[in-house]
C-alpha cells in the first residue's frame, strides 16, 4: 500500500498551519523565501538537514528533525502537506 496503516487510522484536525518536508538542501531555502513573502502563514518544516528536534526560527516558522512520529502527528492537524514525497 501506499500509505501506511499508521496514517489512514488517524483523524484529521485541522490546524492554521501548513506542513513541509523535503530533503533537498536546495529546497530549504525555497520554503524559507516562500515563508518570507507569506509571514502570516505558519508553516512546521521536517527537513534532513535539521539537527534538533525543532528550532523555532520566528513565531510562524520552524524547522523539524525528521521524526516519523512527530511528522505523522503534525500530518494529522496540518491544513495542507508540501512535500518532494519518499518519507511518509
Request: with cysteine.
Amino acid at each position: 500500500p501506499l500509505l501506511r496503516r499508521e496514517v489512514s487510522e488517524r483523524k484529521p484536525a485541522h490546524e492554521p498551519f501548513l506542513l513541509a518536508y523535503t530533503t533537498q538542501p536546495g529546497l530549504r531555502e525555497e520554503v524559507l523565501n516562500a515563508h518570507l513573502e507569506r509571514p502570516d502563514i505558519a508553516i512546521r518544516y521536517f527537513h534532513a538537514g535539521v539537527t534538533a528536534p525543532e528550532i523555532r526560527l520566528d513565531e510562524t516558522l520552524s524547522y523539524h528533525q525528521i521524526d516519523g512520529k512527530r511528522y505523522l502527528d503534525a500530518m494529522q492537524h496540518c491544513r495542507a502537506l508540501v512535500t518532494t514525497a519518499g518519507f511518509e
